[in-house]
């Protein structure tokens, strides 16, 4: 049972670049999460989608797209990478009103 | 004011010792607490859900004050392995997401 994963593990990227981050779970969760996680900062929401075919905005959405591929996937894109997109990457999936399983992380670096 | 607020810290105790974390929280519509637990480099992971008469998992114990909006963890006899980050999860009413506190980060001293 792998949980939640998340690919790539670390990526560097360059200002106006684009890349898309994967997000699997095989817990059969309804809901999926993005969280960017700074320094300081704590865990801020980007987008969530409570079910399949769902989207909604978080917190800090403004640079980025997200799709729900189907139960299993949610992907998170950055059209045109800046600097201050430099963060940690999670993804997390729940269902509805329970605790939040968290995948490993991907460590974005934009220059 | 921040949705949900913690003590950053960081908090530096021996071998042994009892340490209580506190987060609080401004909405009162607030329903479902957590505390989550995070290494460093590491994905957080979770500790353990506080309800409302409060619960124990083992040395730890965590506890909800609605009248005066916070959620506390107390972990006892603090071993080298419980030194991390801790951090508190707040989800007000019937939304889906949680708000997560800053984190309090923990050093457990031989």
């Known amino acids: 049972n792998a949980g939640v994963t998340q690919t790539p593990k670390f990526q560097v990227l360059k200002t106006g670049q684009s890349m898309t981050l994967q997000c699997a779970q095989d817990m059969n969760h309804n809901s999926m999460y993005w969280y960017r996680q700074d320094p300081g900062m704590g865990l801020r929401l980007i987008y969530y989608?409570?079910?399949?075919?769902?989207?909604d905005k978080g917190e800090v959405p403004n640079g980025y797209n997200v799709s729900r591929l189907n139960k299993r996937e949610f992907s998170l894109r950055l059209e045109s990478a800046a600097p201050s997109q430099t963060s940690v990457y999670f993804c997390?999936?729940?269902?509805?009103?329970?605790?939040?399983?968290f995948g490993p992380g991907t460590r974005l670096t934009v220059t | 004011r921040k949705e949900v607020e913690q003590d950053p810290g960081p908090f530096n105790v021996p071998e042994g010792a009892t340490v209580a974390f506190n987060c609080t929280y401004s909405?009162?519509?607030?329903?479902?607490f957590f505390w989550y637990r995070q290494d460093c480099r590491k994905e957080p992971k979770l500790l353990m859900s506080v309800y409302s008469s409060g619960n124990e998992d083992g040395r730890f114990t965590a506890q909800l004050n609605r009248a005066s909006q916070y959620i506390s963890l107390l972990i006892r006899d603090s071993k080298l392995s419980d030194s991390a980050t801790y951090l508190c999860a707040v989800r007000r009413g019937s939304a889906r997401q949680l708000t997560f506190g800053s984190g309090t980060q923990l050093t457990v001293l031989p």
């Open positions: 997390a999936s729940d269902t509805t009103g329970y605790e939040q399983y």
């Open positions: 989608s409570a079910s399949e075919g769902t989207t």
């Open positions: 909405n009162s519509a607030s329903q479902s």
